[in-house]
């Protein structure tokens, strides 16, 4: 099955460490983007790539981190520095620049404990 | 800055009812706009685009630059049309921004 696969779906982690979220795609989809998503919220963009090596902060940037060294993978890390880090992080994708659709994943639940 | 809005977190309507899920958003180029949906256990996939002008599953919306509007119309609600709406904003940036969705309820 193709697409874009998040791994962990659920992830618990003790305050004061860093966790990476996976995002992979085999779309061939240029651009690839992460969000948060909270009740009442809706989604938040944290980071977004619209090319290999190349990403720009989103509205929430603070305290995550990415990297863009593949097309097919776009990891996030969240960090210590993160004072809320339980929710719901979904990873999109976009075939090319200014063609609308995102594509997106299952989704991984991060708890901080 | 860019913003989308939603004012209604929650919306019920019976079925068979006219439905109405507002968007306003707020930004100084030129937007794209989209309506995604989020049904239950499910992704959260592409409803419409203005760009496209088209209709799918009977719902339409109508860009409004002068009311900077983006609401999403049924004439007729359906039980599956239960979900969680969002409308979405794409800058020339390439960003693109999210409101904080709608849950429509449909009553049978």
């Known amino acids: 099955d193709g697409g874009i696969t998040q791994s962990p779906k659920y992830l618990f982690r003790k305050e004061g460490q860093n966790v990476t979220l996976s995002c992979e795609q085999n779309l061939n989809h240029d651009a690839m983007y992460w969000y948060r998503q909270d009740p009442g919220q809706g989604l938040r963009l944290i980071y977004y790539?619209?090319?290999?090596?190349?990403?720009q902060k989103g509205d929430i940037a603070e305290g995550y981190s990415v990297s863009r060294e593949k097309k097919e993978s776009f990891p996030l890390t969240v960090t210590s520095a993160q004072k809320n880090p339980t929710a719901f992080y979904l990873c999109?994708?976009?075939?090319?620049?200014?063609?609308?659709?995102?594509?997106f994943g299952e989704g991984s639940r991060l708890t901080v404990l | 800055a860019q913003r989308v809005t939603q004012p209604e977190k929650l919306l019920s309507v019976f079925k068979g009812a006219p439905v109405e899920l507002k968007c306003n958003y707020s930004y100084s180029g030129s937007p794209e706009l989209f309506w995604y949906v989020q049904y239950s256990r499910q992704r959260l996939q592409l409803l419409l685009r203005h760009i496209s002008r088209e209709s799918i599953k009977g719902f339409t919306a109508d860009l409004n630059k002068g009311e900077t509007s983006f609401h999403l119309k049924k004439p007729f609600a359906q039980e599956e049309d239960s979900a969680m709406y969002y409308c979405a904003l794409e800058t020339s940036y390439d960003k693109v921004i999210f409101g904080p969705g709608t849950s429509l309820s449909v009553i049978p």
């Open positions: 790539s619209q090319i290999v090596n190349d990403f």
């Open positions: 999109a994708t976009q075939a090319t620049r200014n063609t609308g659709e995102l594509f």
